[in-house]
């Protein structure tokens, strides 16, 4: 179970992304962070930490969650339905730049489902992505604009983000699962 | 939510996260683990309504039927919402305009519906166990709207769901349930759930509309509406219902409020957060006072649009369940 990022590094690259994140938008104007649940979340959170402390501005933070939107939620008889929680937007999106955040990229599936999801609140004015790790494999057209570290893998593995708020620990790690259709369900 | 993270490892969702029917007919045999189930996903379920864009494209292309055949607004209507906010294609049959006046069997009725594949049949009907019979008649999942003088579930989980959420919980707390007790559908379910999450529940009323051996279900009972309201966190009033009333229950209606009528001098005897609930179509100055039902303790408006989302919830959880064989997830 190699782990690919410890809490330092894990840091390091939430500081780098609020960095390039000021860079790319020149200030933080309209910019909004939402975060996927279930680990998006805390990690939209830090980010918008680590933006306050450069630019010393308070960055809207939200929850989303995409389950409802899900493509594969009625495919198949999914033994138990997944747990739907709460979608906390407290802001208008209309005209603003949203940065979506989420842990891992892999499929686009998740992504695809949050950006219905999220034009549904209204229409901002951009949409970009932030993740934490981009493992590849993508099945739909969708790239991040944020990546806190690239990690090639093969489609055996599985790839576990965990973080404090949530786990009691910040770490990345890849394990061999080889769960079959267990990439299916929860792609 | 990492795409790796199976959803049942998720560590807010401990717990159950399913119901073991793939029906709703009652709240009879349902668990606490199951209740609370229906009652969080109702919390996220919430949240739709409040949106610029009101639908989430959860049971696109599954096709609902709301069979009533009684007549109901209120339950109609919030199962109507609940249903398009979710994404379902949906018709209602009323019996008014439906061949069970041409003498059509309920049987046949159902079964001409069938042949029409729906996923799921939400059914009103004012004979007790109609929606069971329908179980055994078809494949679609079937959510009981009222049945007789049976159950109504997903009333009692729509209390339980607007107690909740002023409470915070539903353990421990004096819920006292006044009116008429014997011909209530609402009563029954709400007893039974109220009983399974821990509540402390009395019950009022004349002695000709006391259900008999309620003590069985573990509740309280009195004739004094003084003693059942004393200290409650929760009032609930049933509506006198008199379209089922074949006999003489009760002296007339003004004596009925004189005695049993919720009045705010006989509101002041209960916890000064109370919420006074109905479950509608009140009846204004036979079991209610108007100022009572307007008054700052009503939730009874906040129960109707809690409605829609306890109805997706349970619409949403059970629409998961409806094919037989289950994947290793």
């Given at each position: 179970?190699?782990?690919?990022?410890?809490?330092?590094?894990?840091?390091?690259?939430?500081?780098?992304?609020?960095?390039?994140i000021l860079e790319r938008n020149r200030g933080l104007d309209e910019l909004a962070l939402v975060g996927i649940r279930t680990r998006g979340v805390p990690i939209a959170r830090r980010l918008a930490r680590a933006l306050r402390e450069i630019n010393g501005d308070d960055v809207p933070t939200g929850a989303l969650d995409i389950t409802l939107y899900r493509d594969d939620l009625m495919r198949h008889a999914?033994?138990?339905?997944?747990?739907?929680?709460?979608?906390?937007?407290?802001?208008?999106?209309?005209?603003?730049?949203?940065?979506?955040?989420?842990?891992?990229?892999?499929?686009?599936?998740?992504?695809?489902?949050?950006?219905?999801?999220?034009?549904?609140?209204?229409?901002?004015?951009?949409?970009q992505l932030v993740v934490l790790v981009d493992r590849g494999h993508r099945e739909l057209p969708i790239k991040a604009d944020y990546v806190g570290k690239n990690l090639p893998t093969s489609l055996k593995e599985s790839v576990q983000v965990r973080l404090l708020e949530i786990d009691g620990v910040d770490e990345v790690v890849i394990e061999s699962a080889e769960l079959p259709g267990s990439a299916e369900v929860n792609a | 939510m990492n795409v790796d993270t199976p959803v049942s490892e998720a560590p807010a969702a401990a717990g159950v996260q399913r119901l073991k029917s793939r029906h709703l007919l009652g709240i009879a045999g349902m668990?606490?683990?199951?209740?609370?189930?229906?009652?969080?996903?109702?919390?996220?379920?919430?949240?739709?309504?409040?949106?610029?864009?009101?639908?989430?494209?959860?049971?696109?292309g599954r096709t609902v039927v709301n069979l009533f055949f009684e007549p109901s607004t209120r339950t109609r209507t919030s199962f109507e919402i609940a249903e398009k906010r979710l994404s379902a294609d949906t018709l209602s049959i009323a019996t008014a305009t439906s061949s069970v006046t041409k003498g059509e069997t309920l049987i046949d009725t159902v079964?001409?519906?069938?042949?029409?594949?729906?996923?799921?049949?939400?059914?009103?009907?004012?004979?007790?166990?109609?929606?069971?019979?329908?179980?055994?008649?078809?494949?679609?999942?079937?959510?009981?709207?009222?049945?007789?003088?049976?159950?109504?579930p997903t009333q009692a989980l729509l209390d339980a769901f607007t107690i909740r959420e002023h409470k915070r919980r539903l353990a421990g707390l004096k819920i006292a349930?006044?009116?008429?007790?014997?011909?209530?559908?609402?009563?029954?379910?709400?007893?039974?759930?109220?009983?399974?999450?821990?509540a402390n529940v009395c019950l009022c009323g004349p002695a000709t509309l006391m259900p008999p051996a309620v003590e069985r279900f573990g509740v309280s009972r009195t004739s004094s509406i003084?003693?059942?309201?004393?200290?409650?966190?929760?009032?609930?009033?049933?509506?006198?219902?008199?379209?089922?009333?074949h006999g003489h229950f009760i002296p007339s209606l003004r004596e009925y409020f004189a005695?049993?009528?919720?009045?705010?001098?006989?509101?002041?005897?209960?916890?000064?957060?109370?919420?006074?609930?109905?479950?509608?179509?009140?009846?204004?100055?036979?079991?209610?006072?108007?100022?009572?039902?307007?008054?700052?303790?009503?939730?009874?408006?906040?129960?109707?649009?809690?409605?829609?989302?306890?109805?997706?919830?349970?619409?949403y959880l059970l629409a998961g369940r409806d094919s037989a064989e289950p994947l290793d997830a």
């Open positions: 179970m190699p782990e690919v990022m410890d809490a330092d590094r894990m840091s390091r690259a939430l500081t780098r992304i609020a960095h390039e999914v033994g138990p339905q997944p747990v739907i929680r709460r979608t906390e937007i407290p802001f208008s999106i209309d005209d603003r730049k949203i940065l979506l955040v989420d842990d891992v990229l892999y499929t686009g599936r998740t992504i695809r489902a949050a950006l219905d999801a999220l034009i549904d609140f209204g229409r901002p004015r951009a949409i | 668990d606490a683990a199951e209740i609370s189930l229906i009652l969080d996903t109702a919390e996220a379920m919430k949240e739709i309504g409040t949106r610029p864009i009101k639908k989430v494209p959860a049971l696109r079964r001409n519906l069938e042949a029409m594949s729906p996923d799921m049949i939400v059914m009103r009907h004012a004979s007790s166990g109609a929606p069971h019979l329908l179980t055994r008649i078809g494949r679609a999942a079937v959510i009981n709207a009222g049945d007789g003088m049976h159950e109504h349930i006044v009116g008429d007790l014997l011909h209530s559908r609402v009563l029954r379910s709400n007893v039974l759930l109220l009983k399974t999450m821990g003084d003693e059942a309201v004393e200290g409650a966190d929760v009032v609930m009033m049933l509506r006198i219902q008199q379209e089922r009333m005695l049993f009528g919720l009045t705010p001098e006989r509101l002041r005897r209960a916890r000064s957060d109370v919420i006074v609930m109905h479950p509608g179509p009140m009846n204004r100055g036979v079991e209610i006072d108007s100022e009572v039902a307007d008054g700052p303790s009503s939730v009874i408006l906040e129960q109707v649009s809690n409605g829609v989302a306890v109805r997706m919830a349970v619409l």
